[in-house]
């Protein structure tokens, strides 16, 4: 793919993002609309983040890409041969080794360091879209702060369900001001939004980038009576026993058995090369 | 027992290899030539340039070769490889008043100087189907008249002297660039227009149809409907002047619209404008009518509330690319967020059931 400039976007374009992104990272939490391009892949399978993800990667990087937070999910496989063929940068699975990691709907298990970048692709980077479905709309309420349909919203939830019946894309507050869409993460990774990493957000359909700085502090919107839980699966895996890890669940049989695994497909085997076995995992090895 | 989800590679590689074994189809059966999409499926190629926003025949003949003939796959090929070409700069605006028509037809005046031609059109042949082509595709040379060598005057060039029609007042201002610019809201005519242009025919006849329909209808009349060539023109900096770079074939519509006056403005006929490349009549009349639709501001009417009136709804949602792609990544895996709904699903059922069950035990 000799044809094309340094991870596909020429360097205009790239400037464009890179600018996108340094006011994504000077007003935390704030959208910031760019002139997202077409990319080779379609809109909404990660268009955003390829875009952030090339305007950032340097050919000295080391690049991850997870969905679901796994390396071998079909879509992260497609947008990591991209970026080895367009950008020839090295790749890994390891989240240690990573210099620069794009991610659909996780946060690794690992704690992220100060030299490493986390690029989330986003569906619908706007919060309040579903509760108000114009931008015109929406874009004012941001700039007044007015966030009170949110609080009614999880208001109306605690009235009818008893909780908050937002599972994933759970939103924050960045920074004390504006309400931000974590993307779709489930709620468990958003305590770890508060990292030492620097954090991108790219919505390429929607034409959006924010960010989220180092040490910014992030808070899950709740209240006092009701507080923020980061839940998951009530198991520990059944592979590498952590029960500090975010599970899905996979059906074994048509019985419907059930086991659970980490998600985090990287911190699970690291997990099981340091010894560490779960309920299942001689089976597996068998 | 684990079930595995490893080997997704392996899995991309062989299904791309069935896909490229599937678009060629039995290979008893000659392979497509490009030429031959450009020739004689010259309409989808006009329709995947214009939506493409790529004016490139031989491009959207092989895009339309390599999507095995899905139009919104092959628009997004054109759209990708557009994307990575470098801009030298602008051309000057086409004059279409210069056009060397194939087709021109005017439903508000019954002749006109330049007179109606009906050019290459599907309009009143008989939709039979002509089993004689499914054997044999010769046809006859069709008659030649000679071409009209001075230019086609404008239709509602006539309108204008009556003072009878809205005024479209020249600017020199450049207009902002769909594919430059993030779309801010609210937008402006020439970016609604370029928006139009590539936008889904479906999606834009749909909307059009439903200003016909009754959802802020604005009765249209085609003023003109012209097809034909004109010249692209670029300002050479080093030469100081323009230069012909090429010749693009373009669909234009004007319609000539009823308007019983407003607040601001006096009664007159108002217009909708409709330009998009290629033989594409369907696309232009219905650009043409959401236009018009979409100006209810500008002529001081009412906001009725139609979709075609919303400029967000109408632009948010006429790109297929955009469209296509979000709806087919519900496709991906999501079982990060659906086993968080499991869970919290989970939950409140156990504490709805709690919450039941004391209440009937003391009854």
Known sequence: MSEYNFAYLD??????????????????????????????????WGTGGVQVSAATLTPEDTFKVIDQGADDTTNAVSIRKFFENTAGVETTEETEKATVIQTRHRIPEAKLREDQIIVYQVPIPEPL????????????????????LMHVKLYEDISQHGAISTAYAYPVKVSDRYVMDPSPIPKFDNPKLEMDAIQLFGAGRE?????????????????????????????????????????????MDDAGNRMFVCSDTDYCRSRREAGHVGRLAEEDAA | MYVAVKGGEKAIENAHAWLAEE?????????????????????????????????????????IKQARGDLIEAIFLIRAYRTTLPRFG??????????????????TFKDAPGGQV?????????????????????VAAAPEGSARQEPTPHITEFLKGEDIIQDEPPSDATPGDLTREPMEFPSNRPLRLQSLTRGDEGFVLGMAYSTQRGYARNHAFVGELR????????????????????????????????????????????????????QSERKSIAMALVDRALRWEELGEDNLGAPAQDEEFVLSHSDNIQATGFLEHIKLPHYVDFQSELELVRKLRREAEERITPKEAAE
């Not at chain 1, 205009?12 to 077409?38: C, D, H, N, W």
């Not at chain 1, 108000?132 to 009170?148: I, N, Q, V, W």
């Not at chain 2, 009906?118 to 010769?138: S, V």
């Open chain 1, 11 to 44: 360097e205009q374009t790239k400037r464009m993002i890179r600018r996108a992104i340094l006011k994504g990272l000077a007003v935390p939490g704030y959208q910031v609309p760019f002139a997202s391009r077409e990319m080779p892949m379609p809109y909404g």
């Open chain 1, 129 to 148: 879209r579903f509760l108000e479905p114009r931008e015109t709309e929406t874009r004012k309420m941001h700039s007044l702060e007015e966030y009170g």
């Open chain 1, 207 to 251: 034409q959006r980038i924010y960010a989220v700085p180092p040490h910014t502090k992030v808070v899950s919107l709740d209240f006092e009576d009701y507080p923020f839980e980061a839940t998951k699966a009530n198991h520990p895996c059944d592979l590498c026993g952590a029960e500090d890890s975010y599970l899905d669940e996979v059906i």
């Open chain 2, 23 to 63: 678009r060629r189809g039995s290979t008893d059966v000659t392979e497509l030539s490009l030429a031959q999409i450009r020739e004689q499926l010259s309409l989808a190629v006009n329709r995947v340039m214009a939506e493409g926003s790529l004016f490139d025949p031989d491009l959207a003949a092989l895009a």
């Open chain 2, 90 to 107: 602008y051309s000057n605006p086409v004059e279409t008043g210069d056009m060397a028509c194939d087709r021109r037809i005017s439903a």
């Open chain 2, 118 to 138: 009906l050019g290459p059109t599907f309009d009143y042949t008989h939709r039979l189907l002509d089993f004689k082509l499914a054997a044999d595709g010769e």
């Open chain 2, 227 to 278: 097809i034909g060539k004109v010249a692209v023109e670029m300002d050479i900096p080093e030469l100081g002047f323009a230069i012909e770079i090429g010749e693009i074939e373009l669909t234009e519509c004007e319609t000539v619209n009823q308007f019983k006056g407003s607040k601001t403005e006096p009664p007159q006929f108002t217009r909708g404008y409709g330009l998009v490349f290629g």
